[in-house]
């Protein structure tokens, strides 16, 4: 079945860089787009980034251009978020997300990791 | 961006009850509409995509229609299980794709 397992959630301080990870079983991984989106504590569910399958296209949020970086190595099934100069207003639980053939919402989602950014 | 707008934000209701929540886009996106339902704690799960396509395993309950701005998904028959936020999305036109507020369903 499919499984999606988010990691490198933690505390960093404003200004400071954090990379999370998607680990990806269950399908063939190298066939899907991939989604980050995030959930501020108390809020709503805000979209963040999304790739395609083979990593050619990429896109982002506004509140998170040129400070964020999604990528791929699907030779790892594994899906990143590379999120640089954090700021307080980036304090969420980060979701991964998978993206069926057709239709890029998500259909199957992990389990989430924090993010806390906090002097 | 296309702005996705629930209505209502939160409402109370009682098991066995039919419910209906309301999502509006601010200009069209045909059918590209998705619709999850989060419990507390939990990651958001799908319920419908193409606006009315029924995700595999969802209870028959659950139903959505509408095209171009105005969506809905209905509730049939409330089970307890059900008293959950719900979003709708947007994947029409992106950057960005984006969510609803959510609509809060309460047990009354």
């Known amino acids: 079945q499919v499984q999606l397992v988010e990691s490198g959630g933690g505390v960093v301080q404003p200004g400071g860089s954090l990379r999370l990870s998607c680990a990806a079983s269950g399908f063939t991984f190298s066939s899907y787009g991939m989604h980050w989106v995030r959930q501020a504590p108390g809020k709503g569910l805000e979209w963040v980034a999304f790739?395609?399958?083979?990593?050619?296209?990429?896109y982002y949020a506004d509140s998170v251009k040129g400070r964020f970086t999604i990528s791929r190595d699907n030779s790892k099934n594994t899906l990143y978020l590379q999120m640089n100069s954090l700021r307080a207003e980036d304090t969420a639980v980060y979701y991964c997300a998978k993206s069926p053939p057709y239709g890029d919402y998500g259909d199957y989602w992990g389990q989430g990791t924090l993010v806390t950014v906090s002097s | 961006a296309i702005r996705m707008t629930q209505s209502p934000s939160s409402f109370s209701a009682s098991t066995g009850d039919r419910v209906t929540i309301t999502c509006r886009a601010s200009q069209g996106i045909s059918s590209y509409l998705a619709w999850y339902q989060q419990k507390p704690g939990k990651a958001p799960k799908l319920l419908i995509y193409?606006?009315?396509t029924l995700q595999s395993g969802v209870p028959s309950r659950f139903s959505g229609s509408g095209s171009g701005t105005d969506f809905t998904l209905t509730i049939s028959c409330l089970q307890s299980e059900d008293f959950a936020t719900y979003y709708c999305q947007q994947y029409y036109s992106y950057p960005p794709i984006t969510f609803g507020q959510g609509t809060r369903l309460e047990i009354k």
């Open positions: 790739i395609r399958y083979d990593g050619s296209n990429k």
């Open positions: 193409a606006a009315s």
